[in-house]
């Protein structure tokens, strides 16, 4: 306390106070003797630490994720009061020695952790350490406090000022993407490593709907934090090494602790104390699994695995509680040089379905641009047009009040062209109760959601075919046959344990009268059938080849 008042009463006089690094060092001291504190006085787990689990083992550390713990973290009033008491030392050592970049680093990380980021900000703008590193902080600080366009641009800044060495490490994803992309990244010098950096954020940003990259913005926090505690005690009381580092990297700063108490058995008894550091919950994992960045990368609905436990690397967004995967049906229509895209969802979120400010958003990624279509109020149907390109769509349905999300990302190809003529994919969907000749956008609220359908049930099928303007008579065809079936599955029905899947057909003639036919058909599909088929539908025109669409869906008794 008089170390703060001496410097403080010596700012009002005008005259700064020496800079021999004296407070430098009792800040040093004050630190360390703050961790050591913090970690005698840490709530004790009583649940006995990992309880046997590691899902993942970086050097001296053991790491398992488990959203279901959801354990408060509440610290104690004298931890609280030693961290103010610490900061007061860290801000004389700062009037002392005001470019000195340690001391600038702790103050920022200390007032994160007294939960007081807007005045972390005002510390960062005032440093005078370098002006990368006082950028670096001052992005923390604005990330931290989910200002992710203001900190996407301070990191830009930090970037293009930090030594060239420093600039290629923090572009560097080896330590948070799969083997695949690891191998390529390893490859690639530092130029090449920016540019596939900035290509995987993008792909990887948790919800496009979100204004900045946050998931860019969080590694760069990351690595500032990693700076920050490199050469400085922490709670565990362990020497920060490269392991701390890529804990770090991956998983993000443990933002509260737990201790507790380990006895051992044998001739000799003996306790150790286990620190566990508890990140954010729930956390996910966005990079998606793919080979390649080099070329435009195709995404499948299996790339994304975001609840995959433990994860290369995670993320715990804090405007998202809940983040699922909607069963959807997308359904792409010709429109000449464009395509008229509609995606039917169904949400299995309740607090995401109770949520009365719900917005639903499709996003197009096409040549390197984000092509947002307007946000559409609560739950229901999406339209888009897009051009007819390969596309990397974003399907996201976001409650602001719930905080919780369901997306869908893929790549989606245009449709094929055959000697003029594009037919559309095949909209599936219920039609009972629904008259024949009825609009698409009538359809499209009844669409089914999911491959898996009842075989007891009607199942409606729409289409629509754009063609040069010459009408004549045509062959359709619409079937439901089976898919190959597996080994078991053939040896089954040869021995006559499991019946003969039925196949449906139709065939009919009709007349291609307009440049956009639009038509419907109603099947009745086989009783009792199971398993997999495919829905075909074949157009023979007089005057052209044959042109088909076809969907995979799973039938259940």
């Not at 008042?5 to 360390?32: C, R, Y």
Request: contains cysteine.
């Amino acid at each position: 306390m008089l170390l703060t008042s001496t410097i403080l009463f010596m700012q009002l006089l005008g005259v700064n106070p020496p800079a021999d690094g004296k407070m430098v060092k009792e800040a040093h001291k004050q630190q360390a003797k703050f961790e050591s504190f913090r970690r005698m006085n840490l709530p004790r787990d009583y649940r006995g630490g990992t309880r046997d689990r590691c899902d993942q083992m970086i050097g001296r550390y053991c790491y398992w994720y488990d959203a279901a713990e959801s354990l408060v973290g509440i610290e104690a009033d004298e931890i609280k009061e030693a961290r103010e008491k610490l900061l007061r030392y860290l801000d004389a050592a700062a009037v002392s020695s005001p470019t000195d970049s340690w001391v600038a680093g702790q103050r920022i990380r200390y007032l994160i952790e007294a939960q007081r980021p807007e005045v972390a900000r005002h510390v960062a703008q005032t440093c005078r350490a370098e002006h990368w590193w006082c950028a670096a902080l001052e992005g923390l600080s604005l990330h931290v406090m989910q200002q992710y366009v203001e900190s996407d641009s301070v990191f830009a800044m930090a970037l293009l000022e930090m030594p060239s060495q420093q600039r290629c490490e923090w572009l560097d994803l080896r330590l948070v993407v799969g083997s695949r992309l690891e191998k390529e990244i390893k490859k690639a010098g530092c130029d090449e490593r920016a540019k596939l950096a900035e290509r995987l954020w993008m792909l990887s940003q948790p919800l496009w709907a979100k204004r900045g990259n946050d998931l860019r913005t969080e590694h760069f926090a990351r690595q500032t934090m990693s700076m920050i505690m490199s050469k400085s005690a922490n709670t565990q009381g362990l020497a920060f090494s490269h392991d701390s580092r890529e804990l770090l990297l991956r998983y993000g700063w443990p933002e509260w602790y737990t201790r507790h108490e380990t006895t051992g058995n044998g001739a000799y008894t003996y306790s150790t104390t286990v620190i566990t550091g508890h990140d954010r919950e729930p956390s996910y994992s966005f990079f998606p699994d793919i080979s390649s960045l080099n070329s435009v990368p195709r995404l499948t609905p299996e790339s994304w695995i975001v609840r995959l436990p433990p994860g290369r690397s995670r993320y715990a967004p804090k405007y998202l509680r809940g983040l699922t995967t909607p069963d959807h049906q997308l359904v792409r229509f010709p429109r000449g040089d464009s395509m008229r895209v509609a995606v039917a969802y169904m949400l299995d979120d309740s607090d995401l379905l109770s949520d009365d400010a719900v917005k639903s958003y499709f996003f197009a990624f096409q040549d390197g641009a984000l092509q947002p279509s307007a946000p559409q109020k609560g739950v229901g149907p999406l339209w888009a047009t897009i051009a007819s390109d390969t596309t990397i769509v974003s399907i996201e349905i976001l409650g602001e009040l719930s905080q919780h999300a369901a997306r869908a990302r893929y790549t989606v190809d245009p449709l094929p062209r055959v000697d003029k003529a594009t037919l559309s994919d095949l909209l599936l969907y219920d039609p009972t109760g629904t008259p024949d000749g009825s609009d698409v956008s009538l359809l499209i609220t009844k669409a089914t959601t999911t491959t898996q359908l009842p075989s007891s049930r009607p199942l409606g099928v729409y289409w629509e075919l754009e063609s040069p303007p010459n009408p004549g008579p045509a062959w359709f065809s619409l079937t439901v046959e089976p898919m190959k079936a597996g080994f078991m599955k053939r040896l089954a029905r040869r021995l006559h344990l499991a019946d003969e899947p039925s196949p449906v057909r139709l065939r009919w003639q009709g007349v291609i009268q307009k440049p956009l036919e639009m038509q419907s058909v109603t099947l009745r599909l086989p009783e009792n059938a199971s398993g997999k088929y495919r829905v075909l539908l074949t157009i023979e025109p007089s005057n052209g080849p044959p042109i088909s669409s076809g969907r995979d869906i799973e039938l259940q008794r």
